[in-house]
Nanobody, 122 residues
């Protein structure tokens, strides 16, 4: 069974840090590009970052580049997103998902998790 379960969201002040995690089923984790996407209230789902199966490549959206770091622990089947210098505009539900092609386009992601809420206060 393919499964993705996010955790670690919460409330943090602007300028603070938070690390969110995504536990994935082994079959999915070993073979796919994994990414983080987010959706703020009233907005469309947007790409945040992705990492390939062996961490040879990471890609970030311009809005988070230099502040967020995506990583994966293949031994633990877990994907992470370290978020530093958080801004109120980062407030959203964050989802992890798997992708095979065009991984900067949210429409190409499948096997979504349920999401974890990140709220950044001023």
């Amino acid at each position: 069974q393919v499964q993705l379960v996010e955790s670690g969201g919460g409330l943090v002040q602007a300028g603070g840090s938070l690390r969110i995690s995504c536990a994935a089923s082994e079959r999915l984790f070993r073979n796919d590009v994994l990414g983080w996407l987010r959706q703020a209230p009233g907005k469309e789902r947007e790409f945040v970052a992705y990492v390939d199966a062996f961490e040879r490549a990471t890609v970030y959206s311009n809005s988070v580049k230099g502040r967020f770091t995506i990583s994966r622990d293949n031994a633990k089947n877990t994907l992470y997103l370290q978020m530093d210098n958080l801004k109120p505009d980062d407030t959203a539900v964050y989802f992890c998902a798997a992708c095979s092609v065009s991984c900067m386009d949210p429409t190409f992601y499948g096997y979504w998790g349920q999401g974890t809420q990140v709220t950044v206060s001023t």
